[in-house]
């Protein structure tokens, strides 16, 4: 038995078969933690949610921007991008199925060695205050889906406090487990910056580049921020090596800290 943590798929859906035969998975006793983000922008992202979907005994998932967006466009009737591959599950007669599935998804997920997050943690959070952020916003996405779409867009509030109201700290919630990268000195989000680490302006440093201001015993699993690919940085790892832009797939064996990568193949790509 083995729990492996594996990054963005967005629809990769042949790389991902690809990288699950590497690693000799097995759906009678392993387990997969994905970093959200399964789909959108690789040409197959009704393959990639309908097998997630039929083995999600297996899979502990938690939710990315781009599970979000879909939620948005099948819901609350936002806008799609023509960078979208959406509209097969749009179409899809299961669309309802998929998702009522994502919005029974949390943000986090931790056990007594990891935290799981699509793009991370503030320094400023412990664990306890994550999980009851990420708690109360998968709360309010289950108990009004729309509302909580309809009022989820947006990069202000930019820094953490106590005193923001509910939309406010639900949306600031969203933006750190979900889109976040940088921070400025202050610790506010920064969302413009979304290169390499070499090439970052001076005024902002990665998320996980700020020591957390109370010490954390866990290991942080992330995506999300493909620029930077694969990277054991002082607090975890991240996960996101570019499987949609042509780079390839990589899995975390969290038992062993081994990790595995698949090349890209080629039928995923747009």
């Not at 629809?11 to 970093?35: A, P, R």
């Not at 309802?96 to 998804?105: C, Q, T």
């Not at 820094?159 to 990268?181: A, F, I, P």
């Amino acid at each position: 038995m083995a729990t492996y943590a594996i990054g963005d798929l967005q629809g990769c859906f042949y790389t991902l078969h690809q990288l699950l035969e590497k690693i000799s998975f097995n759906t009678e006793t392993d387990k997969l933690w994905l970093v959200g983000d399964i789909i959108n922008r690789g040409r197959h992202s009704l393959e990639t949610i309908h097998w997630c979907y039929q083995n999600q005994k297996n899979i502990t998932l938690v939710l990315g921007n781009h599970d979000l967006h879909f939620l948005a466009v099948a819901l609350s009737k936002s806008m799609s991008s023509s960078n979208d591959t959406l509209d097969d599950i749009l179409s899809s007669r299961n669309k309802r199925l998929y998702v009522d599935w994502l919005i029974s998804l949390p943000f986090l997920h931790s056990d007594e060695k990891h935290i799981m997050t699509h793009a991370g943690l503030l320094p400023s959070w412990k664990k306890s205050d994550a999980i009851d952020l990420a708690k109360s916003a998968s709360d309010a996405l289950k108990k009004n889906p729309e509302n909580f779409l309809h009022s989820m867009y947006g990069n202000f509030p930019e820094k953490w406090s106590m005193k923001l109201g509910v939309d406010d700290t639900h949306r600031l919630t969203v933006n750190v487990l979900t889109r976040m990268r940088c921070l400025k000195a202050d610790e506010s989000l920064d969302f413009k910056y979304k290169g390499t680490l070499n090439g970052m302006p001076e005024n902002v440093r990665p998320w996980f580049g700020i020591k957390p201001h109370k010490k954390r015993e866990e290991i942080l699993i992330t995506g999300h921020w493909s620029a930077i690919g694969f990277i054991n940085h002082a607090l975890g790892y991240s996960l996101d090596s570019g499987c949609v832009w042509g780079n390839n797939l990589t899995a975390l064996c969290l038992d062993t800290q081994k990790t595995y990568t698949a090349n890209t193949d080629k039928r995923d790509l747009i």
